[in-house]
């Protein structure tokens, strides 16, 4: 079973300890912070160049705000890790993906085996978002879309 | 209609297997129930009071032949033998076993069908009008945007934990057929200087707090509809409550943002999601529209009518509706018999069904959002045959929009959730107006019904609403009066204390008389209300 796992296949995960958003807020050193989800990830924005890890919390797996908040700081260029944590399910992590997470750190262990039928299930994407995945509009219409 | 090509099958394909694979996981204990519940639900898997619920999504309304067959053999094989249309164009089955279901969506798939996002707090089946390609006063055919936004929204890795359900509705006439306000978005397409887009509501539902859905834009390009749609989504994402399932809707979301605010936050979300790329190109929306081209209609053909036998010209008059294209009209098939269950067909009279519109209606029909099927376009050379073969199946019932074509929820019957009865309520008011000349007379009257506050039955939007309440035990109706669900849409009011199940229907029948004692010209009852408000009706009700 995992209690980790990430996408990140050329890098170390990042061990800096993460801090609160508000904690983050008061210090310029800090490399990694934790957003809850009520949070503002848009908050982190000015200081996206200097960290290494960004945690975002899911209370519950049936709270969706942290997919939002994943995809914001993706648009925005945030190329560091990016690590759903909290109730996050198998059957999560393939939307996660999709939304920019490339790290997880479950509350409960990930049976690897269903994790791995779940990550490789769907041939194909209906939409853009924030994976490399192109869409299957992009795919029928050729290389000038998506 | 559309066709599946090699990516929308693999998808659905794909579907099943993760499904199957997940009711395994449940079964042999890996998920827990609470764990499983929003799998199951995302594939329109509901446990109800005495088993499984499985619903199935009719995108947009729309069926073949082949695909109503499918629907038909799923009732003979795996359910009692019959289905109930939705008033979300869906079809639900109410007596499914778990174990079954993945083998039931494999059969779905094998026809070009799926359960996906049937229920949950996800993007839902797009609704849209049944009348769509055949409207004499739409600006374009709402279906191709439908179905784009069917691809775009399934699956939507952004959207698959909203705070509530979301549904869509897309409509391209001024007269509403599909309730496009009482969404959470409504999408009306408008000309605009020649070029065609969306005009888009946001906010609108019924439930316990029923509200109708302000104007956010007035106009999106059709290139930019998806970015526009993940702006409204994203807000609702963010910001809609979470701590109560109740005040959870994106409705209540911009009622105490306030409109203006949830617009701001929505452009300003807009103007950035705009620019990466996210919206297919118009070239999809035309390669899916070649899909609803208009079928090869007979040129030339007489618009006459044999009206010699009175029951079919009756018949004609109320379920028949002019068809834009000379010499065909389109039908409607009435599933509200007197006495009978609301939206329900046996797999025998869907297999008829199924059977006329690939003789006489170009393989393909529409659920209605009254839970009526639609029979796009029909020869009116032809309507004899058709009556004759619906009479013979019990399906030529001549009430449409009459105050017998009853919507009403499942309610108590089969509903976790209900707190009063209400398919026994609409068989006994049926029955009261049964005659005919009765109901002829009232005219156009919507009636609906709901057996709890969650208002699946649209009790807010029926000319005549009623609501089933539990009262110390006791099942109770209240009567509303003035809803609307049109293009001329507005909230049905309380009339005061409630009744119990034989005093509603009296209530009913009082509140008909009240109508015919005051209308004026060819005034329908729900206008006669507005202009004689609620007074006269109370003063009757409760004297």
């Given amino acids: ?146 | 209609m559309y066709q599946y090509d090699k990516y929308d099958q693999a998808m659905v394909d794909a579907r099943v297997a993760e499904f199957r694979d997940q009711t395994e996981r449940r079964l042999n204990g890996q998920l827990t129930e609470a764990q499983f519940r929003p799998l199951r639900l995302m594939n329109g898997l509901y446990l109800q009071l005495h088993a499984y619920m499985l619903r199935v999504a009719v995108p947009y309304g729309t069926l073949s032949a082949r695909q109503l067959r499918m629907l038909a053999h799923i009732a003979r094989k795996y359910d009692r033998d019959y289905g109930h249309f939705t008033t979300r164009q869906n079809i639900q089955y109410n007596w499914i076993k778990l174990s079954d279901a993945p083998d039931i969506l494999a059969d779905l798939a094998s026809v070009e069908m799926h359960a996906i996002q049937t229920s949950g707090n996800c993007i839902r089946n797009i609704s849209s009008d049944q009348y769509a390609g055949v409207a004499a006063d739409e600006v374009a055919d709402p279906r191709p945007l439908a179905e784009l936004l069917r691809q775009w929204s399934s699956f939507h890795p952004e959207f698959v934990a909203l705070p509530r359900k979301f549904k869509i509705a897309v409509i391209a006439s001024a007269e509403d057929r599909a309730a496009m306000r009482l969404h959470d978005i409504g999408i009306e397409l408008v000309n605009k200087d020649g070029v065609i887009g969306a005009r888009v509501f946001v906010g609108g539902g019924m439930g316990r707090t029923p509200m109708i859905a302000p104007e956010v834009r007035d106009f999106v390009p059709f290139e930019e509809v998806v970015s526009y749609l993940e702006a409204c989504l994203r807000v609702y994402n963010r910001y809609g409550r979470r701590d109560n399932k109740y005040k959870a809707r994106i409705k209540i979301l911009v009622h105490e943002m306030g409109v203006d605010e949830y617009r701001r936050q929505v452009e300003e979300e807009f103007l950035h999601l705009k620019t990466l790329g996210i919206d297919p190109p118009i070239a999809e929306l035309e390669r899916i529209a070649t899909y609803f081209a208009p079928p090869p209609y007979k040129q030339g053909l007489s618009d006459e009518i044999d009206r010699r036998d009175p029951a079919f010209a009756q018949w004609v008059d109320q379920q028949v509706a002019p068809h834009k294209q000379p010499g065909y009209a389109i039908v409607n098939i009435s599933l509200k018999p007197i006495g009978g269950i609301a939206g329900d067909a046996s797999s025998a009279q869907m297999d008829l069904i199924a059977d006329l519109a690939e003789r006489y209606s170009f393989d393909e029909l529409r659920v209605t959002h009254a839970q009526n099927i639609v029979l796009a376009h029909v020869k009116k050379a032809d309507l004899p045959a058709v009556w004759k073969a619906l009479a013979g199946a019990g399906l030529a019932t001549a009430n449409l929009d009459l105050i017998t074509d009853i919507i009403a929820c499942p309610g108590l019957d089969y509903c976790s959730l209900a707190n009063a009865r209400s398919i026994p309520v609409a068989q006994k008011i049926a029955e009261r107006f049964a005659d005919t000349g009765r109901q002829q007379d009232l005219g156009e009257l919507k009636l609906k019904i709901s057996g709890c506050i969650n208002a699946c039955g649209h009790h807010h939007a029926g000319h005549i609403g009623i609501l089933g309440v539990d009262r110390k035990g006791v099942e109770n109706y209240q009567l509303l009066l003035g809803g609307s669900g049109a293009e001329d849409v507005s909230l049905g009011q309380i009339t005061g204390p409630g009744f119990d199940e034989n005093g509603i229907v009296d209530a009913v029948e009082k509140a008909t008389q009240v109508y015919l004692d005051n209308r004026e010209g060819g005034e329908r009852f729900l206008d006669t209300y507005r202009r004689i408000g609620m007074k006269p009706f109370k003063d009757v009700l409760y004297a």
């Fill in chain 1, 1 to 146: 079973m995992l209690d980790f796992f990430t996408t990140r296949h050329d890098q170390p995960a990042s061990e800096a300890p993460a801090v609160t958003l508000e904690a983050f807020a008061g210090q310029s050193n800090a490399v990694a912070v934790r957003i809850e989800a009520g949070e503002d990830a848009r908050e982190l924005l000015p200081y996206l160049d200097r960290l290494q890890l960004i945690e975002v919390n899911f209370p519950a797996f049936t709270d969706g705000r942290g997919y939002s908040a994943a995809r914001i700081l993706r648009e925005q260029g945030y190329d560091g890790e990016l690590r759903a944590t909290g109730a996050v399910l198998v059957d999560q992590i393939g939307h996660m993906v999709r939304c920019g997470f490339d790290s997880f750190g479950p509350d409960q262990p990930l049976d690897p085996i269903a994790l791995k039928a779940a990550l490789g299930r769907f041939p194909q994407r209906y939409q853009k978002a924030a994976d490399a995945a192109r869409p299957i509009w992009a795919l029928r219409h050729g290389s000038k879309h998506g």
